[in-house]
């Protein structure tokens, strides 16, 4: 069975990216099946995964949901491209910020990115789905379309900001769009253990998110930011 995650949080940095590609490596490095989806118009998960000029490519994830939604002929590749790291990766670049505009009339608008994960699910073990940071019309797709949500969590000081907002998002898509979507957890990210900011900051998520949270905390780690590169 494959399992579908969708990382994301519509607060901007906070590593959505960085946990989505590095989640995927890890898991592959357990020899599962893997694939990745960059669901952001930024397409920093496709730069990730070293496609660096992602304007360029003919054919990414804008192109695939709008064969969708226009029942053209998807190419068999489906527009997934093999990763070195044992990863595939759906691309995204800047053509995906015109979906949200293009789907506004389309019937069921919130379920085409589904669509799409049905043909591909049996082929993998686990799909991780990069999020743009927004609450929009590509993100409530990826929401419908998954078993899950991982949040992660900056330890900064505006934490907290925001993720009522998130949490009653996926609420509203279990109650009218996916009965079986949970939240996986929240990871917290970026903690600096030489500032007392950080501490206070895990405290404080600990003390007021009703959610489950990893024991495992990402530290601020340069080598991660250089990484991409
Ligand atoms: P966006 O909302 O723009 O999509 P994001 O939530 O996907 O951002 P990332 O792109 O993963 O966030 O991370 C933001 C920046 O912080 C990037 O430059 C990344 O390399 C850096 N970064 C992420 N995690 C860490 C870490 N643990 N240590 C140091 N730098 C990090
Ligand atoms: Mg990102």
Known sequence: MCKI???????????????TF?????????????????????GSLTICAGINEPDKLNYTLANVLMDIV????IPESKGIIEHDEGIDILPANI??????VSLI??????????ELIENVKNDYDYI??????????????SFTASNSVLIPVQCEYFALEGLGQLINTINLVKKH????????GALLTMYDARTNLSLQVVENVKDNLDQ??????IPRNIRLAEAPS
Not at 95 to 100: A, D, M, Q
Not at 128 to 141: A, E, F, K, M, V
Not at 177 to 184: G, S
């Open 5 to 19: 995650i969708a990382i994301a949080n519509q607060k901007g940095g906070v590593g959505k990216t960085t946990t």
């Open 212 to 217: 489950t949270i990893y024991k495992t905390i």
């Open 22 to 42: 590095n989640l995927g490596v890890g898991l592959a490095r357990e020899d599962k099946k893997v694939l990745l989806i960059d669901a952001d118009p930024q």
């Open 128 to 141: 991780l789905i990069d999020c743009p940071p927004s609450l929009g019309l590509i993100t409530l797709n």
């Open 70 to 73: 226009n029942e053209e002929k």
């Open 177 to 184: 769009l996916n009965k079986e979507i949970q939240i996986e």
């Open 105 to 114: 009339n389309v019937m069921s608008r919130e379920l085409i990115m589904r």
């Open 95 to 100: 053509e995906l910020s015109g979906i949200e």
